[in-house]
């Protein structure tokens, strides 16, 4: 990954603040060509800095009004890439990560309501081979959800 400059970090501030920008707009704010932009953009996806752009849609519009977190424990660490595997069939599983701490897996699932929460939990989670207990805690609200900072020096 090549080194990240000042002009960079001024258009990944000013696109985690705005992803639909056009570019015409950012190369104005930033006192360079659109071609510019264009091909700094294209270099920091193909860098992997920038990472997606597409749109963000609200669960609750699609029926899933319950957001939980589950803490799942494994039989053993090694495990994980097979679990993984598994969880990946699983479409209301938004987010998985490896950890360190109480659960070797954090997962973020979202559910229509509580019926559809328990045959998530007791039908498909515990049911994978290695998945030793999980714990669910649910979302009442989500009150900050936001990008990493990009700082211009």
Same mark, same amino acid.
């Given at each position: 990954?090549?080194?990240?400059?000042?002009?960079?970090?001024?258009?990944?501030?000013?696109?985690?603040?705005?992803?639909?920008?056009?570019?015409?707009?950012?190369?104005?704010?930033?006192?360079?060509?659109?071609?510019?932009?264009?091909?700094?953009?294209?270099?920091?996806?193909?860098?992997?800095?920038?990472?997606?752009?597409?749109?963000?849609?609200?669960?609750?519009?699609?029926?899933?009004?319950?957001?939980?977190?589950?803490?799942?424990?494994?039989?053993?660490?090694?495990?994980?890439?097979?679990?993984?595997?598994?969880?990946?069939?699983?479409?209301?599983?938004?987010?998985?990560?490896?950890?360190?701490?109480?659960?070797?897996?954090?997962?973020?699932?979202?559910?229509?309501?509580? !019926?559809? /929460?328990?045959? *998530?939990?007791?039908?498909?989670?515990?049911? @994978? #081979?290695?998945? &030793?207990?999980? !714990?669910? /805690?649910?979302? *009442?609200?989500?009150?900050?959800?936001?990008? @990493? #900072?990009?700082? &211009?020096?």
């Amino acid at each position: 990954m090549e080194k990240i400059d000042k002009l960079d970090k001024k258009i990944l501030s000013i696109l985690t603040k705005n992803a639909r920008i056009p570019f015409k707009d950012v190369a104005a704010e930033c006192g360079v060509s659109r071609a510019a932009i264009h091909q700094r953009v294209q270099r920091l996806i193909e860098e992997g800095v920038i990472t997606g752009s597409g749109f963000d849609v609200n669960p609750k519009s699609l029926g899933y009004s319950t957001c939980t977190y589950v803490g799942l424990n494994l039989e053993r660490g090694s495990m994980y890439k097979d679990v993984v595997k598994q969880l990946k069939e699983i479409p209301e599983i938004v987010e998985c990560h490896f950890t360190t701490g109480t659960y070797t897996m954090l997962l973020k699932c979202y559910a229509r309501d509580n !019926e559809h /929460l328990m045959e *998530l939990l007791n039908d498909r989670l515990q049911g @994978i #081979p290695g998945v &030793v207990s999980t !714990e669910t /805690l649910i979302s *009442l609200e989500q009150s900050i959800k936001r990008e @990493i #900072p990009v700082h &211009v020096d």
